[in-house]
């Protein structure tokens, strides 16, 4: 008798790994042959962190408005440390209507 189930059977979560690695193995194995390509995504999570505490601690964003005015402010000082700038100096020059540009790659 029919159990009721339908499509295929579950995979062990090994299984769905191993496919997945055969699947994708050029993305995964990039950063072997990338120079540019990081070992971890540890940058990009590191990126986001401040975002999420913040969000944490205050609760979230009172308005759509102050959540975009807070993620342009903190990416541009992300960037800007990232390329070895002096953020003090950088946040003096743009409230002096003269922000200093990141450099694009």
């Known amino acids: 008798?029919?159990?009721?189930?339908?499509?295929?059977?579950?995979?062990?979560?090994a299984t769905n790994l191993?496919?997945?690695?055969?699947?994708?193995?050029?993305?995964?194995?990039r950063f072997a042959t990338d120079p540019g390509v990081p070992f971890t995504n540890n940058l990009a999570e590191q990126a986001v962190r401040m975002?999420?505490?913040?969000?944490?601690?205050?609760?979230?964003?009172?308005?759509?408005?102050?959540?975009?005015?807070?993620?342009?402010i903190h990416s541009y000082l992300a960037t800007m440390h990232k390329q070895g700038a002096n953020l003090f100096h950088a946040?003096?020059?743009?409230?002096?209507?003269q922000?200093?540009?990141?450099?694009?790659a």
């Open 1 to 13: 008798p029919p159990s009721g189930k339908r499509g295929r059977p579950r995979q062990s979560k």
């Open 18 to 29: 191993l496919l997945r690695l055969r699947t994708y193995t050029d993305d995964v194995w």
């Open 51 to 72: 975002s999420k505490v913040k969000q944490k601690v205050s609760g979230g964003f009172r308005t759509k408005k102050g959540a975009d005015a807070y993620c342009i």
């Open 91 to 97: 946040l003096i020059l743009t409230f002096q209507g």
């Open 99 to 104: 922000p200093p540009q990141p450099r694009l």
